[in-house]
């Protein structure tokens, strides 16, 4: 397995220069775009790293993957999908286009930043901190890493920069969609983003969700199975923004990429596994992460399908 980890990461290396580092975030411009590392955690605890694994960045989307699964442990999922639907949407990320249209203004799914804040919105807890709080201690659970925080440079960026979150957020509250403070939920959804990782941490919080929601080197049941499946089934319709298809038939596995360059991918029963390359292609999913995955795919046979 490192051959092929180590093979994947070397003869994927150059598709970084043809793509670019977020740069709606200014302090996310900062990262290196060059760099591209891989780290796979299996349900035996098996590990294995390649390439620029040390490499620390922002968890950015794939937090609303942990964000989902704290919203349905505290909802359950009637509630959670009555405020937020669950279909794939064709249209970037941070879209509004779909929310006015659609008559229960609800998000498409989860995934999308409008269906992110929703779930933070659900997540228990009487504010901001409370909820930020909750999810924080759900990463770090996941990872068994109590050292995971927040990267305050990135979050004070993401906070100053972040007018369309903002507008869809007070969009969502017009529409009843969520409750409370909108400002609190909104600084709770800076604050996860911002969260700083490397792979071998990515690599574990997947390969939690590949056991089913147990925890392979403890054997705690972390998130409910049920909860679990359904996170499965949101990450493989709805987790690579509008190029979900794409990556379904490429790589076919439950995954989810950030914009900080990290791509999540759980291969159910058998492996977690991240890549962490900050050049993007034009959907926002890393451009060489992609290709990596796509060879590992092949060489291990991971596709689910
Ligand atoms: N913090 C980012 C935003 O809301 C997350 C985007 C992403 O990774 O897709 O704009």
Known sequence: MESILKNAI????????????????PELAKGNRDALGACIFDTDCNIVLAGDYETRFTIQSVC??????????????????????????????????????????????PFINAGAIVSTSLVSGDNGIEKFNRIHSMIKKMTDNDDIDVDYSV????????????AIAYYLKGANI????????????????????????????ASVIANNGIAPWSNEQIIPEEVNRITKSIMTTCGLYDSSGEFCVNVG?????????????VVPNRMGIAVIGPSLDQHGNSIAGTKVLEELSRELKLSIF
């Open 253 to 265: 596995t439950p995954a989810k990429s950030g914009v900080g360059g990290c791509i999540m991918s």
């Open 178 to 205: 969520i409750e409370r403070n909108v400002e609190d939920i909104l600084d709770t959804y800076f604050k996860i983003c911002s969260i700083e990782v490397t792979v071998k941490d990515v690599a574990k919080m």
């Open 64 to 109: 609303k993957v942990i964000t989902l699964i704290c919203a349905l442990i505290d909802n359950g999922k009637e509630n959670v999908f009555l405020k937020v639907g669950m279909e794939p949407s064709a249209d970037p990320f941070n879209s509004l286009a779909k929310l006015e249209t659609r008559e229960s203004h609800k998000p498409l799914n």
């Open 155 to 166: 979050y004070r960026s993401e906070k100053l920069t972040g007018n369309t979150n903002r």
């Open 10 to 25: 070397k003869n994927n290396r150059n598709w970084v220069e043809l793509g670019q580092v977020a740069s709606y975030i």
